[in-house]
């Protein structure tokens, strides 16, 4: 299986900061590497696929970028509703695997 | 507007087996643009792939749980199922459902169920 590492496993930012997550696969994906988000209690929502593309309805302020063992995941300015566990996820190879996650709160 | 509903018992016993069902609404499981999949998340984890199945009956399992998961789909109630067999105290977690978009180029799992929590306990 391909194991997909995330950083920091926690972060703590103002509203209006800059936040920045980055993904490391094990071995080379491409670009095919999704972010989710998920509140708590709640399933997790797919904000970008494919690396950069924005999935449809997600504000603008969620980016991604990266290819084939390295990703960053953006938020350009934290909003209090953005306040969630991001994970990235690949699905080059079968079984798609899942970072441990980024808990995001506000400091 | 593809909505996804998972639905079981949320309590088995050790070793018996899990049997849960997802139910789509404003779409088809049969539409050939999509596998459908079930992924779990133990309580304060991550998230794990199970499997995944196509209106056809394709499967693909998780290779961590393979010798004990069946995946199967009936497009005439418009649903797909998961069954985990001789289950254990680990196997505890929030079961989701999720429209798949896998294909030869990559995938992501765009639409998901609310969830389901199944406890194994005696």
């Known amino acids: 299986d391909i194991q997909m590492t995330q950083s920091p496993s926690s972060l703590s930012a103002s509203v209006g900061d800059r936040v920045t997550i980055t993904c490391q696969a094990s071995?080379?994906?491409?670009?095919?590497l999704n972010w989710y988000q998920q509140k708590p209690g709640k399933a997790p929502k797919l904000l970008i696929y494919?690396?950069?593309n924005l999935e449809t309805g997600v504000p603008s302020r969620f980016s991604g970028s990266g290819s084939g063992t390295d990703f960053t995941f953006t938020i350009s300015s934290l909003q209090p509703e953005d306040i969630a566990t991001y994970y990235c996820?690949?699905?080059?190879?079968?079984?798609?695997?899942f970072g441990q996650g980024t808990k995001v709160e506000i400091k | 507007q593809v909505q996804l509903q998972e639905s079981g018992p949320g309590l088995v016993k050790p070793s018996e087996t899990l049997s849960l069902t997802c139910t789509v609404s404003?779409?088809?499981?049969?539409?050939?643009?999509?596998?459908w999949s079930w992924i779990r998340q133990p309580p304060g984890k991550g998230l794990e792939w199970i499997g995944y199945?196509?209106?056809?009956?394709?499967?693909n399992y998780n290779p961590s749980l393979k010798s004990r998961v069946t995946i199967s789909v009936d497009t005439s109630k418009n649903q797909f199922s998961l069954k985990l067999s001789s289950v254990t105290a680990a196997d505890t977690a929030v079961y989701y459902c999720?429209?798949?978009?896998?294909?030869?180029?990559?995938?992501?799992?765009?639409?998901w169920g609310k969830g389901t929590t199944v406890t194994v306990s005696s």
């Open positions: 999720a429209r798949d978009r896998y294909s030869d180029f990559g995938g992501y799992m765009d639409v």
């Open positions: 404003g779409g088809s499981v049969s539409s050939g643009s999509y596998y």
């Open positions: 199945i196509y209106y056809s009956g394709s499967t």
């Open positions: 071995q080379d994906i491409s670009n095919y």
């Open positions: 494919d690396a950069s």
């Open positions: 996820q690949q699905y080059d190879n079968l079984p798609p695997t």
